[in-house]
């Protein structure tokens, strides 16, 4: 194709360049992105923004680079086992865990929601709102201001300056010591040092005269402020509807402690919900197992006969043998593997988390260990050392329904809610009160030429200003109320109103949990006597399948039942196995589960958690009250260290063999 080439009269060259002109003012936008439409894609790619990545010192942990390829069912081969217990386990999630993550990926999805070691720290040191920030404002402040002013100026009064000329320069060092009260009252210290030299003719001395005084100032509120109550509750910067006294601050604090008691809870709940669905998989996995090997000898004993021509050996016989091999190879297949579905964790159905029944020994080994926060991958494999109890456990339905509304978390958390709006109410009726401060001030002066002399034997008055201070010649003070409200105290009977409100909020709250807290206790307790019995039924369902299949097998070699008979005892076998285990972790689920909902599953698990111990000083101030008080009683400075250690509970020896476990012989 030939080019085209056109030319251009000059008219049309003006036209076009007004038309372009025109264009790129009024449509750039259009024509930019029309523009970028038909650039290439490395182009547009320059053009984009550029993803940058923050330089933030985070070093990635040395296991996480090197950790080993995942094990697959491919990749086998010989097996080191690890044989861990529940108190271990948990123990190891405890000491190396920093995030107490759970198995939902809230610590990727929602990093800020998730619970950390670090929380109940955090909030206590917030500078904003924690403990130290509200004693902040009781602090002593101190401001100084020094100042030096150049005068040159034309006055309306020839009797001021050089007939009207005023000139001069003026030095000024202003301190003051400032201190807030806990019931409100204000004291002030303060310094004032000036030397003043101008051109005044009426000057006693020409070369400048120095000014001190020094003054002390009390406020102190009557009315609004007024109070260890208020100023505790409100802080002395208080207003109608926000709060940050040291009792709100300190309830802050608890109420984080609260809920990093509620993430330590779910997170050993979870730790225990891996382990048991690990057990359950090598359980399933050995009765997956054992029925492939069963299938597998049935089937070579068909094949055997279908190759001879023997009776019982027919194609449609052989190829039902193998099938149900397959199957059984299948299953046992799926069941070391698994498949990376949603398991037995927190919120699953049930708070403390309903068992699942998950197959997949790689899979849930992998949850545990992310839980333990080790290696995803090991040199050992991890095998469940405890076996699930067999002993009836019965609970009285009074004493722990009275004791999960008294030691569960979430209430106690909103206990402490109820509690803070309950302050907050009587802070917003002070505010109904106008604001009327009783002030009083008290100043001592000096004058003189100059500042100060060290030596002033024998100078005559008004030699420095120190001097003429200390004489205390000049003396001033002030006493007055000052009254200041604002007419219909609207924003304060709106703040009263409002913490009404927030109270009756809370307290339905509290109400509904509660209520709800009660009805989960009772599913809880009626889950445990269902696993109990099923577990026993199921145990019973296992003993006589294997008599089945026994019975079955005998009855086939003799020629007197029907090979379809085999398989399906052999099937039956292999589900009752795998019920019976699935229900003895049901029980032991829902053992927890109990403690769980009672509030006793930090204790349950031998987990106890304490603050840190508070300053001396706030053990003397402790003392010093009491004995204001009239309770004289001394307390021992070993008494003063709370106790860190973790007690620890006896578990049973671990009674699972070296190899694939095997069920009990007898009935318990």
Not at 131 to 148: C, G, I, M, P, R
Not at 601 to 623: C, F, R, T, V
Request: hydrophobic fraction near 40%; charged fraction near 25%; glycine fraction near 6%.
């Amino acid at each position: 194709m030939k080019p085209l080439h056109c030319k251009l009269l000059p008219s049309e060259i003006v036209l076009a360049c007004t038309l372009t002109i025109a264009l790129w003012s009024g449509c750039a936008t259009s024509k930019t992105s029309q523009t970028a439409l038909h650039e290439p894609a490395a182009v547009r790619a320059i053009a984009l923004t550029k993803i940058e990545y923050p330089d933030a010192v985070a070093p990635i942990r040395e296991d996480t680079l090197t950790s080993i390829p995942p094990r697959t069912i491919r990749e086998m081969g010989s097996l080191t086992y690890w044989d861990l217990t529940l108190e271990d386990a948990v123990r190891l999630a405890l000491e190396n865990s920093k995030v107490l993550r759970d198995l939902g990926g809230t610590v990727v999805r929602s990093p800020d929601a998730s619970v950390t070691s670090t929380d109940p720290a955090i909030q206590e040191t917030d500078p904003r709102f924690g403990v130290e920030a509200a004693l902040s404002d009781f602090d002593a402040q101190l401001l100084t201001t020094l100042n030096s002013e150049r005068i040159d100026r034309r006055l309306n009064n020839r009797f001021l300056g050089d007939l009207g000329f005023l000139s001069g320069q003026k030095d000024q060092l202003d301190t003051q010591i400032s201190k807030r009260t806990a019931t409100g009252t204000q004291f002030f210290l303060r310094q004032h040092l000036d030397f003043d030299r101008d051109n005044n003719l009426g000057n006693q001395f020409p070369g400048g005269a120095a000014n001190v005084f020094y003054e002390g100032e009390v406020r102190q509120p009557l009315l609004q402020g007024n109070g260890l109550d208020f100023n505790r509750i409100a802080g002395p910067n208080g207003t109608p509807g926000s709060f940050n006294g040291v009792l709100i601050a300190r309830i802050r604090t608890d109420v984080s402690l609260a809920d990093f008691e509620i993430g330590l809870r779910d997170f050993v709940s979870n730790v225990e919900n891996a382990y048991w669905d690990l057990y359950y998989s090598y359980r399933d996995l050995d009765a997956k197992v054992r029925a492939r090997d069963t299938a597998l000898e049935t089937w070579r004993r068909i094949q055997a006969l279908n190759q001879t021509g023997r009776r019982g050996g027919e194609a449609e016989k052989e190829a039902q043998a193998r099938e149900q091999f397959f199957r059984f190879e299948a299953e046992a297949q799926d069941s070391l593997a698994g498949r990376p579905l949603d398991g037995t964790r927190t919120n699953n159905g049930s708070r403390p988390g309903t068992f699942r029944g998950l197959p997949g020994v790689l899979v849930n080994e992998r949850r545990l260990r992310l839980l333990m926060n080790v290696p995803t991958q090991g040199e050992e494999l991890i095998r469940p050392a405890e076996e699930p109890s067999w002993a009836s456990v019965v609970f009285d339905w009074s004493s722990i329904s009275a004791e999960a509304l008294v030691r569960r978390a979430e209430l106690r958390r909103q206990r402490w809610q109820l509690k803070r709006r309950e302050l907050e109410l009587i802070a917003a009726r002070n505010f109904l009160m106008p604001q009327l401060d009783l002030v009083g001030k008290y100043r001592f002066r000096g004058f003189g030429d100059d500042l100060i002399n060290p030596d002033s034997t024998g100078l005559p008055r008004f030699d420095n200003a120190f001097m003429d201070l200390t004489s205390g010649d000049f003396q001033e003070w002030q006493v007055g109320v000052e009254l200041s409200m604002p007419l219909g105290f609207r924003q304060a009977y709106a703040g009263v109103r409002n913490a009404e409100l927030r109270i009756v909020r809370e307290r339905s709250l509290l109400d509904a949990q509660e209520r709800e807290i009660i009805c989960d206790l009772s599913l809880a307790i009626s889950e445990l006597d269902r696993s109990y019995l099923v577990m026993h039924t199921n145990y019973n369902r296992w003993v006589a399948a294997r008599q089945q299949l026994a019975a079955v097998d005998a009855a086939f070699q003799d020629d007197r039942v029907e090979f379809i008979a085999v398989l399906d005892a052999q099937r039956r076998y292999a589900e009752a196995e795998s019920q019976q285990y699935r229900s003895r972790v049901e029980y032991a689920v829902a053992l927890k589960n109990v403690h769980f909902e009672k509030g006793t599953m930090l204790d349950y698990l031998g987990i106890a958690s304490a603050e840190g111990p508070w300053p001396g000083k706030a053990y003397d101030d402790a003392l010093r009250r009491d004995a204001m008080r009239g309770r004289v009683h001394a307390i021992p400075r070993s008494a003063l260290i709370i106790s860190t250690e973790t007690p620890t509970v006896e578990l049973p020896a671990s009674a699972l063999p070296e190899l694939l476990p095997q069920p009990p012989a007898a009935n318990p």
